[in-house]
C-alpha cells in the first residue's frame, strides 16, 4: 500500500484507500461511492492523508554507516506473520473485525477528527464488511517485514 523508491518505502494512508481496500478503485471504491451518496464531500475524502514512513534495508544501513558510531556486521529482512490476532482464522467475519479494530486502533482518532463521530462509524463498518469479504486474501498479504541488524561499535 504504498510506493517504493530506491532507498525508502513509503505508505500513504489516503482515505480513499482505506475505503476502498483490495479491488475498490475509481469508481467502484468506498471513497466514490461515499461521495456520490452525499456522505462526504469530495474536499474532505481528498483532503485526509497520514503518511506512514517505513525504511528499506538500504535506507537503514545509509543511515547506520552514515552516522559512524556502529559497523554492520549482518542486516536481514524477516518476513513475520499477520498482525491480525484471530482465533479462528477461517471465520471471515472475525477476520473483518479484526482488521476494522487494527485500522481504528490505528486512524480511528484522526479519522473521527476530519469527517465526524458518525461518518467514521460508518467508514469502519464497511471496512469490516469489506474485509469479511476478502478475510483470506486479508490474512495473506496483510505482513510485518523486520529489519534486523547485527553491529559492533567502531
Do not use: W
Amino acid at each position: 500500500m504504498g510506493s517504493k523508491g530506491d532507498n525508502v518505502a513509503v505508505c500513504n494512508m489516503k482515505l480513499e484507500r482505506l475505503l476502498s481496500m483490495k479491488g475498490g478503485k475509481g469508481q467502484d471504491s468506498y471513497a466514490n461511492n461515499s461521495q456520490a451518496q452525499g456522505l462526504v464531500a469530495a474536499e474532505k475524502r481528498d483532503g485526509f492523508n497520514i503518511p506512514v514512513y517505513a525504511p528499506s534495508l538500504q535506507d537503514f544501513k545509509e543511515v547506520v554507516e552514515a552516522d559512524g558510531s556502529f559497523t554492520i556486521e549482518k542486516l536481514v529482512v524477516y518476513k513475520g506473520g499477520s498482525p491480525l490476532v484471530v482465533s479462528e482464522p477461517d471465520d471471515a467475519s472475525e477476520v473483518g473485525r479484526a482488521f476494522a479494530s487494527s485500522c481504528r486502533s490505528v486512524a480511528g482518532v484522526l479519522v473521527e477528527a476530519h469527517i465526524g463521530e458518525e461518518l467514521s462509524n460508518e467508514l469502519f463498518s464497511r471496512v469490516e464488511r469489506r474485509a469479511t469479504s476478502h478475510a483470506k486474501d486479508v490474512l495473506v498479504n496483510l505482513q510485518f517485514f523486520h529489519i534486523v541488524a547485527s553491529l559492533s561499535f567502531t
